[in-house]
């Protein structure tokens, strides 16, 4: 009888534990949630009914800094600058002015999170050319925009314009030289370089493995 006495309390602690928990991310208007971020499941919250991501989320993504009280993103060839809104329901309204590359507009800002950078998702998604939907960022495949060589007296240089950066690797197959860009979009098609070493270039669009 004394076992199940002192049970008792320990179990209406853990209860009671639980409710201030639960208390407390309600009054907060902040609940937990997942983000699939360009084909990758991450954490994400619900802030106000707004998602946002962390700073270390987006990492993997996105280069984010914070200079002062402004949040400088890049990647995926854009610029945004987002100010930081400590107050984190007036954040999650339309009540700060972001900057997504050269244009300015009236967005949800970011914010801190117990001390931690969180960014709105739909204001990034907007800045990207990204597509958003709650729950899932698409971003646009990288394409090859066009190629260009330099000639030098000893080298070529091929010039690749990308609409963002994407993994390279090159090897050597006898005679020819080969270039693999991942994910990379293109038509299929010849280029004419100047290069004496490397007159012509064959652009092949290739099935995933």
Request: overall charge positive; charged content about 20%; aromatic content about 4%.
């Amino acid at each position: 009888m004394k076992a199940a006495r002192s049970a008792r309390p320990r179990a209406a602690l853990r209860l009671l534990s639980a409710g201030l928990l639960l208390l407390g991310l309600a009054g907060a208007q902040i609940a937990f949630s997942r983000l699939n971020l360009a084909g990758q499941p991450v954490d994400s919250i619900q802030l106000y009914g707004a998602e946002y991501a962390s700073q270390s989320v987006l990492s993997g993504l996105l280069t984010v800094t914070r200079e002062g009280q402004i949040v400088r993103v890049t990647g995926l060839g854009h610029t945004l600058l987002l100010p930081i809104d400590e107050d984190q329901q007036r954040a999650t309204t339309d009540f700060n002015t972001v900057q997504l590359d050269t244009r300015r507009l009236q967005a949800r800002a970011a914010t801190l999170v117990n001390g931690n950078l969180y960014l709105p998702v739909d204001t990034l998604a907007a800045g990207l050319g990204a597509q958003y939907e709650p729950g899932k960022l698409t971003v646009p495949a990288p394409q090859l925009l066009g190629v260009s060589s330099r000639a030098g007296r000893d080298t070529d240089r091929l010039v690749l314009d990308l609409s963002r950066d994407v993994a390279v690797q090159d090897e050597q197959r006898g005679d020819r030289a080969v270039i693999t860009l991942r994910g990379l979009k293109g038509e299929t098609r010849r280029y004419t370089t100047r290069g004496p070493l490397c007159p012509l270039w064959t652009w092949r669009a290739a099935a995933r493995t």
